[in-house]
């Protein structure tokens, strides 16, 4: 079974400047792929950034980007020059490809982020 | 504005009533899911529809019957619900229902309490 962690329930940052919102996960799967999405207080679940397991390079998306180490079962978010609009639940999420599990997200409990004017 | 449209945002329905949730999207994809998620919880998926077959459900009571009459539009049916019950329903879809290959997208859920 596949677990995600994140270790940080909630954060602040202050408008404009850098935050890292940590994530690592457990698996015996070696095809994967990792996703970070947020849920601001509309309720939506919006995808900010997707990582495939086998690309050594890092996904970015605008000021969103992933520190992903394989081998250290590490999926981190770097959000660059915070907006108040970031302010949002964010949570990391793991697809394998293989077995029963491969249509399943297994999330994360989420970092509340907040972005301080 | 979202892709996947819910319907009613908010819902209060006593124990003993029947109530329907409507989801609605016309990306043409073909794969259509069904989350619940409590307050300050990650979503719990509950039951997923691939080319309008229901392929997951994951253990959910048979107070809650899923329907997908066509490959726009996804329903969950409600009935004899406890307190419980009371949460965000998200619903999704993606491409198809390989979820890794095209990412869900999500609507904006239906805030169920039942009382």
């Known amino acids: 079974a596949q677990t995600v962690t994140q270790s940080q329930p909630e954060m602040s940052v202050q408008e404009a400047e850098t935050v890292t919102l940590s994530c690592t996960y457990d698996?015996?799967?070696?095809?994967?792929?990792l996703f970070w999405y947020k849920q601001p207080p509309s309720r939506q679940m919006i995808l900010v950034i997707r990582?495939?397991?086998?690309?050594?390079q890092n996904a970015t998306e605008n000021r969103f980007s992933v520190n992903f180490q394989k081998a250290a079962k590490s999926f981190s978010l770097k959000i660059s020059d915070s907006q108040l609009g970031d302010t949002a639940m964010y949570f990391c999420?793991?697809?394998?490809?293989?077995?029963?599990?491969?249509?399943?997200?297994?999330f994360g409990k989420g970092t509340k982020l907040s972005v301080i004017p | 504005d979202t892709e996947v449209t819910q319907t009613p945002k908010h819902l209060v329905m006593g124990m003993t009533n029947k109530k329907s949730l409507k989801c609605e999207q016309h990306?043409?994809?073909?794969?259509m899911y069904w989350y619940k998620q409590k307050a300050k919880k990650p979503p719990e998926l509950m039951f997923v529809?691939?080319?309008?077959?229901?392929?997951i459900n994951e253990s959910v009571p048979s107070r809650f019957s899923p329907e997908c009459p066509n490959s726009s539009l996804l329903n969950l049916h409600l009935h004899a619900l406890q307190p419980e019950d009371s949460a965000l329903y998200l619903c999704?879809?993606?491409?198809?229902?390989?979820?890794?290959?095209?990412?869900?997208?999500f609507g904006n859920g239906t805030r169920l309490t039942v009382t």
């Open positions: 999704a879809s993606s491409q198809d229902g390989r979820g890794w290959v095209s990412p869900l997208h």
């Open positions: 698996t015996s799967e070696n095809n994967y792929y």
């Open positions: 990582q495939e397991a086998y690309k050594q």
């Open positions: 999420a793991f697809t394998g490809l293989s077995g029963a599990g491969s249509y399943q997200l297994t």
């Open positions: 990306m043409g994809h073909r794969a």
């Open positions: 529809y691939s080319y309008e077959k229901l392929s």
